[in-house]
C-alpha cells in the first residue's frame, strides 16, 4: 500500500518538474525577445537570410 502512494507521488514531481521547465523556458524567452529592439531583430534576420543564401549558390 506504500508503494502505491509513493508512486502517485512520483509521477506528481514528474509532472510539476515538466510544468516548472516549460514555463521557465517560456518566460526566459519573453525576456529575451523583449529586451531586442523587433526592427533590429528583423533586420538582423534578413541579414542573415540573405548570407544564408548566397553561400548556399
Not at 506504500?2 to 519573453?30: N, R, T
Not at 528583423?42 to 541579414?47: D, G, L, M, Q, R
Amino acid at each position: 500500500m506504500a508503494e502505491e502512494q509513493e508512486k502517485d507521488y512520483f509521477w506528481f514531481y514528474i509532472g510539476a518538474l515538466i510544468l516548472v521547465v516549460v514555463v521557465g523556458v517560456l518566460f526566459f524567452k519573453s525576456r529575451e525577445m523583449s529586451s531586442v529592439p523587433y526592427k533590429a531583430y528583423e533586420e538582423t534576420k534578413a541579414e542573415v537570410e540573405k548570407q544564408v543564401e548566397s553561400a548556399r549558390r
